[in-house]
């Protein structure tokens, strides 16, 4: 396979230009770039896909988002006794089950995506349940970049604003239902 | 939760705490600062200007985690990057 590479000498120094401007290397030189066979793949477009989509927000951004949530739930000042929290485990699962309904209840008629409930379910049990084992596509992850700043909206907004017994029992009868 | 800190009892551990905030606000600033990021990195043929830009919004997106998610996910460590800017 030959692949014809063209060094666009106007770009360089426009870039190099720009760099000195700022006092930043926008170009750093990426060791990857410099290991026998590996410049050509690791300069490829698709590289966004491990080392956006899957690296800084599949490994690091969502995993803090749903600890932030849990941070604010689970408060060390919002315990009544050292084992009773104010938020009970029930109510907890109740947020990430509101979760995995929003994101299921997407489809391609109203959101131009669909999300099936096994995609959802999969969801929680990779960034909520930790389970090891599960992993996510860096195409099915760029579904969660663009749908979770709409969903996660007031995710936690009933058990801040409502009273914990209301909202245990809305969980109770949610669940209910959903065995009807 | 803030119905029953309001109304704690004298004696409660919830008596006197401020109100609870939903952090969701916080998490989707963050959550969009990553789409802008991705979207302008996207773009075919970006020229000098882009990438300035681009560089730019890198250096938001990381302040902006630092700011809005402090303690990342637990670690100790916390949110520690290569000087940026």
Not at chain 1, 93 to 118: E, N
Not at chain 2, 49 to 57: T, V
Request: aromatic fraction near 8%; charge should be neutral.
């Amino acid at each position: 396979m030959h692949i014809l590479i063209t060094f666009d000498y106007k770009t360089h120094y426009q870039v190099q230009a720009m760099e000195r401007k700022i006092k930043h290397k926008l170009r750093p030189q990426n060791a990857f770039g410099l290991a026998k066979d590996l410049d050509v793949p690791a300069s490829c477009p698709r590289e966004e896909l491990h080392q956006f989509l899957i690296g800084v927000y599949g490994e690091y951004i969502l995993p803090s988002s749903v600890y932030r949530f849990n941070q604010v739930l689970r408060a060390p000042e919002l315990y009544l006794s050292p084992t009773r929290p104010l938020v009970s485990d029930q109510m907890l699962r109740g947020v990430w089950t509101r979760l995995r309904d929003r994101l299921s209840s997407l489809d391609s008629d109203s959101s131009i995506l669909h999300v099936t409930p096994a995609y959802a379910a999969h969801f929680i049990d990779m960034y909520v349940d930790k389970h090891t084992g599960k992993h996510l596509t860096g195409d099915r992850i760029r579904v969660l970049l663009l749908t979770l700043p709409f969903l996660l909206r007031d995710l936690i907004a009933p058990e801040v604003e409502r009273d914990c017994y209301t909202c245990s029992l809305c969980i109770h009868k949610s669940i209910h239902m959903n065995h009807i | 939760m803030n119905h029953q800190i309001a109304s704690a009892p004298v004696g409660s551990p919830l008596r006197g705490l401020k109100p609870i905030e939903d952090p969701s606000d916080e998490i989707i600033e963050v959550h969009v600062s990553a789409l802008k990021w991705n979207i302008l990195q996207r773009r075919f043929g970006l020229v000098a200007s882009d990438l300035a830009k681009l560089q730019q919004n890198s250096v938001e997106l990381l302040e902006l985690l630092k700011s809005n998610l402090p303690e990342k996910n637990g670690e100790a460590s916390g949110w520690n990057f290569e000087k940026a800017h």
